[in-house]
């Protein structure tokens, strides 16, 4: 059953309103005293399980923070700032949200001696070498949203080597299904379905040649619960399914599973867009036992039956 192994517990969602984080707060309301701290800025109430406590305030708010962080036992770190585009025109609020009020969840974490899983990006790693990437590969971020991340990433871990906390850093890559909205700033997929569904141009950036791995948010929950158990604390895991697509295949299996007459265009290539994307996930795989199960296919099937 989804999130048995964590019970009767105390567990604060950061962003537990948003797209990642209100289906953590799913899996888990079940059996333990969920939390969700959220400004709504992005995050949805409607998302929200009945059950859990809301906090509405924002995260970098230190009387805000402290009240969410009292008495708590385990933390799923979600809120962030999630535009990269947004990250490099205001890279100062990027930094105060991404990095900042994360400093001041790991602070209230030793307090209370709370275990703290946080949302890390494949973002870290800039352009790869080579794919696929492991968790030791250079890390060249190409926006302030990926160094920010990578801060992220380090601190988790230092709070492990320095103060004896249980942290674990989850290196999401491409995160796709239900709740991603197609916004400004939101994910190809939910932006493809749109566009198919409402038998408009599907817009390839460029050739179509880059390519991505497309997680599912069920798998990603997966490995959040196994985060939450784990012995293996202190560390970074790349989270994906190990194998990516072009993103010319994506918008044909996009078109093809909406039954769509969309034609697919090409448009200009996006500037500072990364050509290749494709986590090693082996080291999830052996010390999380965190094992993906949502195909592509499967997902995007059941996608648009929503
Ligand atoms: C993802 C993350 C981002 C960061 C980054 C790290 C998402 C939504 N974003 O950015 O937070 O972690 O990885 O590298 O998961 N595309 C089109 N047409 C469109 C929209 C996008 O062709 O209308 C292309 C885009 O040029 C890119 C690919 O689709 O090649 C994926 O774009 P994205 O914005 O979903 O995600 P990405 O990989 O840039």
């Given at each position: 059953m989804p999130g048995s192994e964590v019970h009767d517990e105390t567990v604060l969602i950061t962003g537990g309103a948003g797209f990642i984080g209100s289906h953590i707060a799913d899996a888990l309301t079940e059996h333990n005293d969920i939390r969700i701290l959220d400004n709504f800025s992005t995050g949805?109430?409607?998302?929200?399980?009945?059950?859990a406590t809301t906090i509405e305030g924002d995260i970098r708010d230190e009387k805000t923070l402290a009240a969410a962080m009292?008495?708590?036992?385990?933390?799923?770190?979600?809120?962030?700032?999630?535009s990269v585009q947004q990250s490099v025109e205001q890279p100062e609020v990027s930094h105060a949200i991404n990095v900042e009020a994360t400093i001041e969840v790991l602070e209230h974490a030793r307090k209370e001696d709370a275990r703290v899983v946080a949302a890390s990006s494949?973002?870290?790693?800039?352009?790869?070498?080579?794919?696929?990437?492991?968790?030791?590969d250079p890390k060249t971020p190409t926006s302030p949203y990926g160094v920010d991340k990578l801060s992220l990433d380090h601190y988790l871990r230092l709070y492990h080597d320095l103060y004896d906390l249980e942290t674990v850093a989850l290196r999401y890559f491409n995160v796709y299904g239900?709740?991603?909205?197609?916004?400004?700033?939101?994910?190809v997929i939910s932006i493809f379905k749109e566009q198919a569904m409402n038998g408009d141009p599907i817009t390839v950036n460029g050739d179509g040649g880059q390519t991505r791995d497309f997680v599912h948010v069920d798998d990603i929950v997966h490995a959040n619960l196994r985060a939450a158990t784990?012995?293996?604390?202190g560390d970074a895991y790349n989270i994906g399914t190990g194998s990516s697509v072009t993103i010319q295949e994506l918008a044909e299996a996009i078109r093809d599973v909406t039954n769509s007459a969309s034609d697919i265009v090409h448009t200009d290539p996006r500037p500072g867009d990364i050509r290749h994307s494709c986590p090693d996930i082996t080291k999830a795989r052996e010390q999380l036992e965190y094992s993906p199960s949502v195909s592509l296919e499967d997902g995007l099937e059941t996608l648009v039956q929503l």
């Open positions: 949805s109430r409607e998302n929200v399980p009945a059950t009292d008495g708590v036992d385990l933390v799923f770190h979600q809120a962030a700032l999630v494949a973002a870290i790693y800039g352009e790869p070498q080579t794919v696929p990437v492991t968790e030791s239900p709740r991603q909205t197609a916004g400004d700033y939101s994910g784990t012995t293996h604390v």
